[in-house]
């Protein structure tokens, strides 16, 4: 389990999340002795994301390697900005133990430079406050849950929907409004009757496929490669 998740200023406080490649669709596995495959327990490369400068907090180890005396957490920060660097290490320079940037280099520096900051785990709060790290679902989802895998919105989707029409949406919804009145359905379950008829017509459960990937469905559908067979459907029922 992620040292960073079980220490005691952190746990079920701040949302910890794997750190994974954003094309990966699973969590670490490891092979048990019957075979089967199961969540790698060695895994932990885990970090709190923050949306402040995009910055990431992760467990860094004990506090020997700054002369301590082994006892205590020490935590980074990874802030992907060079001025919220230079303003988390002026407002909270009484608790930063070292940082890897030098601000000597005046207004000249890169103003997206990658700023590592340490601290004692004890000051989480104070760091994270600053940087505005996510406490949502803290309680409720662990570090292995797999809510936790990177979702489609993070993709590229220059690459992933460069074909995809801009402007679908606004053509789709207007279809969409006109199967719901013809067949007396509520707004609310419009899309999920549309999604449901066209998994009958490719035969394919295309919402569980989507879900399975941590797509949208309509984005799952052109990655599918059925948006013409999608596009050909909602013209057909909703003109």
Do not use: Q
């Amino acid at each position: 389990m992620s040292k960073l998740y079980k220490n005691k200023f952190i746990n079920k406080r701040y949302r910890v999340i794997p750190k994974l490649d954003i094309e990966t669709s699973s969590l670490p596995t490891v092979l048990n002795s019957k075979g089967e495959e199961v969540f790698d327990k060695s895994f932990d490369d885990y970090y709190i994301p923050c949306t402040r400068g995009n910055a990431e907090i992760y467990y860094y180890g004990k506090d020997t390697t700054f002369g301590g005396n082994g006892r205590d957490d020490i935590l980074c920060a990874v802030i992907n900005s060079y001025s919220i660097g230079d303003d988390v290490n002026e407002k909270l320079k009484d608790y930063v133990i070292s940082s890897t940037n030098n601000f000597t280099n005046g207004v000249n520096a890169p103003p997206n430079k990658e700023v590592t900051v340490y601290f004692y785990a004890k000051d989480i709060d104070l760091f994270a406050k600053l940087l505005k790290a996510g406490t949502r679902g803290a309680k409720s989802i662990p570090p292995s849950s797999k809510k936790n895998l990177p979702h489609e919105r993070e993709i590229d989707k220059t690459v992933n929907y460069k074909d995809m029409p801009k402007d679908w949406w606004k053509e789709f919804s207007a279809y969409g409004n006109n199967i719901s009145k013809k067949n007396h359905i509520s707004a609310k379950s419009t899309w999920s009757y549309i999604f449901n008829e066209f998994s009958n017509i490719v035969k394919r459960d295309i919402v569980a496929e989507a879900k399975s990937e941590n797509y949208k469905t309509t984005h799952y559908i052109h990655k599918a490669g059925l948006w013409e067979e999608f596009s050909k459907y909602m013209i057909k029922e909703g003109a």
